[in-house]
Each structure stands twice: as C-alpha cells, then as structure tokens.
C-alpha cells in the first residue's frame, strides 16, 4: 500500500501501540509489556505508520538460540494489505543482518487461519502444538518455525 513506511518503533508510539493492541487481541498486552521489550536489547520492535498513525506492529526478542515472533498485529482496516507482510519482512531483514542463520520461532492460535496463512506464506512451518495454551477463547497453539537463512 503507497504512503506505508515500516520503522523502529519508539515510547512516543505506546500510546496509539496500546490503542490497537486493545482493538485486536481478547488479552492485550500493556504498556509496560512495550515498554519492557523496547528497553531489551535483543527485542526489535517495529511499526506500520500512514499518515502519522500506527497501523501496525511487531515484536520479537532473541532468547539464546531462537528469535521469538512475540507480537505481530495490523489495525483492522488496513489488513488484506500487505502490511503484515511488510512488518515480517523488515524483521526478517535485520535478523539476517544481526543474527544470521537463527531460527524464528512463534506460537498461533490454531483457528487464527489469517496469521497461519501469513506465516506459511514465508516458509514458516509447524513443528509442534501446545494444547490450551490460550484462554478467551480456549485454543491451542500452534508452534512454527522458519530458518532465517
Ligand atoms: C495476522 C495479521 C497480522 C495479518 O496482517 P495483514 O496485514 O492482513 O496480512 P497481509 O495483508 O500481509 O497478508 C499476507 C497473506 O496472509 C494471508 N492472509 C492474511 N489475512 C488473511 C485472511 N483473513 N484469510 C486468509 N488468508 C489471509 C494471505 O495469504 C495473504 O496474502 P494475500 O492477501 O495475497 O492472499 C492480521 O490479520 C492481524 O493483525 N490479526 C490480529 C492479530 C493477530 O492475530 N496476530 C497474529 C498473532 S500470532
């Protein structure tokens, strides 16, 4: 989409981060969740912005061996747009750059049919499943993983 630019996200975006966060998961994180991944040094945290405003986000943090995908969300007006795209990609370009040959690993919710497509699109594939790994509602988790390089 024209106009999108994907850069690092900072603590003035929390305020509009928090907002859409609210609007797209049923067990938000906080502000102080944000807040703690952007004062980690092995998070990258980034952000979709059009026309000054937060259309999008993602997060991830390396713990020892394995980059974690933590969060990834698109404002609901703005999906089916190639956004979320833009975000794992950028993410996947830096891990390349940074932490060349890690893995990305990640867990969805298995009825989150929208997120799996997205994350088999980019060669991520499902190595496993934790059961009842969500609540609001009750899910399983799928794992996934893809090999950077
Ligand atoms: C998952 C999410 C981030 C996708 O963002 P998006 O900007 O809509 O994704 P994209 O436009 O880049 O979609 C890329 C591909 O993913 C797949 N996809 C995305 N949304 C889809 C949907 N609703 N149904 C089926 N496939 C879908 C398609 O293959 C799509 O390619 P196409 O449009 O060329 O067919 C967004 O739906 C969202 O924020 N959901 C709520 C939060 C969430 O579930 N986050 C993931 C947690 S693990």
Redesign the pocket.
Known sequence: MEGIIIREMSSGDLPEVHALEDQ??STPWSINSFKHELQNKDAILKAAVLNHHII?YVCVRTILDMTH?L??????E???????????LEVIKDLKRLKPGIKLT????QS??????????FGFKATGKRTGYYQKPHDDAVIMELDIN
């Open positions: 797209c998961y999008g995908l969060n990834l969300a698109v404002s609901p703005f999906r089916r747009k190639g956004v979320g795209s833009m975000l794992l990640l867990e969805v919710r989150n049919t929208a997120a799996v497509k997205l994350y088999e699109g």
